[in-house]
């Protein structure tokens, strides 16, 4: 079994920064891809960014510039540093992981909320 646990949500002013953090955990050998998407209300869900075990990575253009994705592969953690943060970016952040024959494990997310 695998658990994948979001964290760091939370409400920030338009222009702040936050650092969202996913854990995975339990009987894993490896961890290939992991990503970040978000879902705002009303709207279909979209990737944000993506990782590699190597750490070739992709964005999304909206976010470009201002979000970093990076991991720490002896932690099984995956993290999205979010900059000049905008309304538009308030959405439910999730995390997944592809691990060991090649499973993707999802977590129930985080919110963040960009207002003043």
């Known amino acids: 079994q695998v658990h994948v646990v979001e964290s760091g949500g939370g409400l920030v002013q338009p222009g702040g920064s936050l650092r969202l953090a996913c854990a995975a955990s339990g009987s894993i050998f490896r961890i290939y891809d992991m990503g970040w998407y978000r879902q705002a209300p009303g709207k279909q869900r979209e990737l944000v960014a993506t990782?590699?075990?190597?750490?070739?990575?992709t964005y999304t253009d909206p976010v470009k510039g201002r979000f970093t994705i990076s991991r720490d592969n002896a932690k099984n953690t995956v993290y999205l540093q979010m900059n000049s943060l905008k309304p538009e970016d308030t959405a439910v952040y999730y995390c997944?992981?592809?691990?060991?024959?090649?499973?993707?494990?999802w977590g129930k997310g985080t919110l963040v909320t960009v207002s003043s």
């Open positions: 997944n992981a592809e691990v060991n024959n090649g499973m993707v494990y």
């Open positions: 990782i590699t075990r190597f750490g070739t990575t």
